[in-house]
């Protein structure tokens, strides 16, 4: 399995903007596909985005679409969520999550990505 690390969370003001990484390890990260979840207090676990191996597919949540991009760069065994004009609501602990092989359609449930990193904090004040 592929190891994976979340970085770039911190506090930031609403409408301001922020850039998440999540560096694997491994020499075969081209085969995962990857995605971005997030957890809020009190809140089960929700699908962000998600990218295939080539980055040739990209399938996004209603709630963040327009607003958040998922990007790769397979030579840096790194996937980046640039996150725009967040909210107060955005404010959660953010995941990267990585499921091998291909997908005709992207999955958005947990379930179907078996590795994960610890998270990262992000925080939005109003």
């Known amino acids: 399995q592929v190891q994976l690390v979340e970085s770039g969370g911190r506090l930031v003001q609403a409408g301001g903007s922020l850039r998440l990484s999540c560096a694997a390890s491994g020499r075969t990260f081209s085969t995962y596909t990857v995605a971005w979840f997030r957890q809020g207090p009190g809140k089960e676990r929700e699908f962000l985005a998600a990218?295939?191996?080539?980055?040739?597919?990209?399938s996004y949540a209603d709630s963040v679409k327009g607003r958040f991009t998922v990007s790769r760069d397979n030579a840096k065994n790194t996937v980046y969520l640039q996150m725009n004009s967040l909210k107060a609501e955005d404010t959660a602990v953010y995941y990267c999550?990585?499921?091998?092989?291909?997908?005709?359609?992207?999955?958005?449930?947990?379930?179907?990505?078996?590795?994960w990193g610890q998270g990262t904090q992000v925080t939005v004040s109003s």
């Open positions: 990218i295939g191996r080539t980055a040739d597919t990209t």
């Open positions: 999550a990585a499921a091998f092989g291909f997908f005709y359609s992207l999955p958005g449930s947990p379930g179907s990505y078996s590795s």
